[in-house]
């Protein structure tokens, strides 16, 4: 759920401006269906929120908003990692907002209707004037974030949404370097009050019925306090909610989880990123490998359903046996669920810097232009990752890929509980079967018989791991002639 556009949308509508939201991204719109919205509904002012990683399907949007006559404002994390980058070569932008959205963009909506304030003084926006980009000094973050309405839901496809997201915080006080948020959010950390967080999911349950939820926050566990009123809150008001959220492994604290499982929290994700502790220290994780070892154990033993881990692969200077050691170590806290990502780049981020001295993005690359990097196992159209001299693009992906299997393979071999099969379901998204790939499994599992020669499961499990890898392909090839039909 776009919950920043929500929240600018409340705010516009509580001061008596006319809005309507499209989540192009859920109702999984066409760049034609965008732009026959925006014909259907006559807007004024067309804002668009975007990501790096579609970047220039919201370009496309900027310039049908454009063509049809309307103010063109952009905002969101790429617009302001790079402001200007993106004023000199988008035309089709009128203005940018930097950072926190709802103050400026409400300034910005009242300038353009009665010239009050005036454009220039308007904090945290960027604009072209006679060509020339200027950009106006930043806007400082809210104070109190209990001074917003809460988010639009009502202009939001709300059915279309599996589960609610909600969020009670904004930012985070660490500092690691493939991050945006430190230098959107400026290590801040806001709340908003337990009562107004929770005032928001009564109200979204009484009115849309669902009773699932996302908590968004960067990291929900940060503020123990906090997240214990949270919890308190909706136990006293018996609030029978299931919830989601993120952690940070050094705030791991059996009571509170103890707490957030009788609350209604059935999921944890801890990003734990890597199982190196040079690489930890070199993204300023500032984690130990024990404290997540503690962290995790925590969370099962106060009884939380599913336990989450994120990895990443391909830091600055990693070597293939380090990725190796992030893989053993997430078989050692054996999460639930274990996410292996390539590390990707965005702007606004250290390592994105660090990227930029070292001279390791491709010749001329630029993030207004596209055709740099191309698609891959869990990479992005036009985002660099982290390649070193020892690894390239692909031998990081497929690293990413093997490790999926691998992990499946183990988990399928020892068959431990049917949380296996959640997990093989959910780590099974992405990987297609091409030839490449069947190669890549077969090696997995030749590996993993070498290592178990001894256990007599083995010639069973080839047989399952081979029966699977046939029934996807066997459903790959349908499902591509049924689209001929
Ligand atoms: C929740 C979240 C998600 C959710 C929901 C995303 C969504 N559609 O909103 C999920 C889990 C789906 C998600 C997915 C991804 N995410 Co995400 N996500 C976040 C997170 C933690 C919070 C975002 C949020 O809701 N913030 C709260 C609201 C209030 O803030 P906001 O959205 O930024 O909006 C404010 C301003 O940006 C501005 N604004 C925003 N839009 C607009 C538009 C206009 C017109 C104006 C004027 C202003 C404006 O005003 C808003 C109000 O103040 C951020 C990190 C962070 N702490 O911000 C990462 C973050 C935004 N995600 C990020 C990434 C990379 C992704 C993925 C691409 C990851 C991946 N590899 O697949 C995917 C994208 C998939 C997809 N289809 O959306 C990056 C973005 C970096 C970048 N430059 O692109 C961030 C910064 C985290 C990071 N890794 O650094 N994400
Ligand atoms: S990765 Fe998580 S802990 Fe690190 S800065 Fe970003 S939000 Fe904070």
């Known amino acids: 759920m776009p919950l920043g556009i929500a929240s600018i949308a409340a705010l516009l509508k509580s001061k008596g401006y006319e809005v309507n939201i499209l989540d192009a991204d859920i109702l999984n719109y066409s760049l034609n269906e965008i732009k026959d919205y925006i014909k259907i509904t006559k807007p004024d002012v067309v804002g668009v929120s975007f990501f790096t990683y579609d970047r220039f399907v919201a370009f496309k949007i900027a310039h049908f908003a454009k063509e049809y006559g309307a103010v063109v404002i952009g905002g969101g994390h790429h617009i302001s990692a790079l402001p200007n980058d993106v004023l000199l070569n988008v035309n089709d932008f009128d203005f940018v907002v930097i950072g926190e959205g709802e103050l400026s963009t409400l300034e910005l909506h009242d300038c353009l209707n009665t010239q009050k304030p005036r454009l220039n003084e308007i904090k945290g926006i960027g604009f072209r004037k006679n060509g020339v980009v200027k950009i106006n000094q930043p806007r400082e973050l809210i104070n109190d974030l209990d001074d917003l309405p809460n988010p639009a839901w009502s202009l939001l496809p709300i059915k279309s949404y599996p589960r609610y997201s909600v969020m009670g915080s904004r930012g985070c006080p660490n500092d690691c370097i493939f991050c945006g948020s430190p230098k959107f959010w400026q290590r801040r950390i806001r709340t908003i009050t337990p009562q107004k967080f929770i005032n928001s999911i009564e109200e979204l349950v009484s009115t849309y019925g669902k009773k699932y939820f996302r908590f968004m926050d960067d990291t929900f566990t940060l503020n123990k306090e906090w997240a214990r009123e949270i919890c308190e809150e909706l136990l006293d008001r018996k609030i029978d909610i ?11 604290d059996i009571n509170l989880f103890k707490l957030m499982k009788d609350a209604g929290c059935y999921k944890i994700s801890f990003g734990i990123e890597s199982g190196s502790q040079r690489i930890l220290n070199i ?25 989450g881990t994120f990895f990443m692969l391909g830091f600055p200077t990693e070597t293939y046996a380090e990725m190796e050691e992030t893989y053993d170590f997430s078989q050692i806290l054996r999460g639930d669920m274990i996410s292996f990502n390539p590390t990707s780049i965005y702007p606004g981020t250290e390592l994105y810097q660090m990227i930029v001295s070292a001279g390791v993005l491709k010749k001329d690359f630029a993030w207004h232009r596209s055709g740099f990097y191309s698609k891959g196992f869990l990479t992005h159209d036009d985002i660099p990752i982290c390649e070193t001299r020892q690894l390239n693009r692909t031998d990081i992906e497929d690293t990413a890929k093997r490790f999926y299997m691998r992990s499946f393979i183990n988990r399928l071999y020892f068959l431990r509980n049917y949380k296996n099969w959640y997990y093989f379901s959910e780590t099974q998204i992405g990987i297609g079967i091409s030839r490449k790939d069947l190669i890549l499994f077969l090696n997995e599992v030749r590996l993993f018989l070498r290592q178990h020669s001894n256990l007599v499961k083995a010639p069973l499990l080839f047989i399952i791991a081979f029966l699977i890898s046939f029934l996807k392909l066997l459903r790959r090839v349908y499902r591509k002639n049924s689209h001929h039909h």
């Open 242 to 252: 299931k919830w989601e959220c993120q952690g940070r492994v050094e705030s791991a």
């Open 283 to 307: 993204i300023k994780k500032n984690i130990t490998k024990d404290m997540a070892l503690k962290a995790i154990n925590a969370a099962r033993k106060a009884g939380i359903e599913r336990v």
